[in-house]
């Protein structure tokens, strides 16, 4: 047993340092107490990039989807930019960037980096999505859904193909197809809490009170302090004749907002209604 084990430890040894070249190997030959002092992402690819400026490597890209999600669109341009001349059929990098330059309304240079990333592949399917978005922001939107129904085509796993088509669907009146888009992207992606809302007022468009209540509960155990989703499942349960759940509704809406008149208007027809239901019921 003893010997086994030996066996087991130096198998695990040789992983393990096996593990070690390969990051020393990527960072250029560092010392193994330099592969762990890195504070952050930032130090990580920055060092890289210092290390190899003209080299192609995910430095660059990785630095910059790192500044995307600081909402620091314009450093993030900046670092897909020199991706992109590092290596020019870098559709990913096209892709991205476009969607920093819509971001910043740079609408005209969006559609210019997904048309460019369309051309280097058509099978792009994140550009296919992202210039669907647009398309539909623009105004165009049978362009739109020409691109959101190819990228569902191409990748059925990726949930804003179905939530942007959904939202347009919504839009258009097709409330069965909405419905149907905002449950797959939910499938895909249950937290989703703007699909989750959409799906609940698709509901109650299609007078299925029932299960428009049933989202508006899962966003309320997502986010409690929203007064938005307590008004919207007041309104849902109003609908439905529940006045009395509406009413604590609305009275929930009004503690997490005062100042929202619509909830106030409401809240006074429910107490209206429940008055003229006491009256009846008591002649």
């Known amino acids: 047993a003893f010997l086994f084990y030996k066996k087991i430890l130096y198998n695990k040894i040789l992983v393990s340092f096996f593990i070690i070249f390969i990051v020393l190997t990527l960072l250029g030959g560092k010392t193994i107490a330099q592969t762990f002092i890195w ?15 003209k080299s192609i490597h995910p430095g660059y890209f990785n630095r910059a989807t790192l ?3 600081l909402l620091e669109y314009k450093k993030a341009i900046t670092d897909y930019t020199t991706s992109i001349e590092l290596n020019p059929a870098d559709t990913k990098s096209i892709t991205n960037r476009g ?9 005209q240079g969006a559609m210019a980096d997904y048309n460019l990333s369309l051309k280097l592949d058509p099978n792009e399917y ?10 539909e922001e623009l105004g165009e939107r049978k362009k739109a859904l020409t691109d959101l129904n ?8 990726t949930p804003s193909a179905f939530f942007n088509r959904g939202m347009i669907l ?5 409330f069965k197809e909405s419905l149907s888009d905002f449950s797959k992207t939910l499938n ?15 509901y109650a468009l299609l007078s299925d009170y029932d299960n428009a209540i049933k989202d508006y509960d899962k966003l ?43 909830a106030k208007e409401k809240l006074k027809l429910s107490l209206s209604a429940i008055d003229g239901l006491d009256e009846r019921e008591n002649k």
């Open 39 to 53: 504070k952050d992402s930032f130090a990580l690819w920055t060092h890289q990039i210092t290390l190899y400026p």
């Open 170 to 174: 919504l839009k258009l009146g097709k």
């Open 126 to 135: 994140m550009a296919l999505i992202n210039r669907g978005t647009l398309f």
């Open 220 to 262: 309320i155990g997502l986010e409690p302090k929203n007064f938005n989703t307590f008004y919207n499942r007041g309104l849902t349960l109003a609908n439905n004749n529940d006045h009395r759940k509406a009413i604590a509704d609305f009275k929930v809406a009004l503690e997490l907002n005062p100042n929202m008149s619509a």
């Open 188 to 202: 895909l992606d249950p937290e989703q809490k703007k699909a989750l809302s959409l799906r609940a007022v698709n």
């Open 150 to 157: 190819k990228s569902i085509e191409i990748n059925k796993e």
């Open 99 to 107: 969607f920093m330059r819509s971001k910043l309304k740079d609408f």
């Open 67 to 69: 500044y995307r999600d």
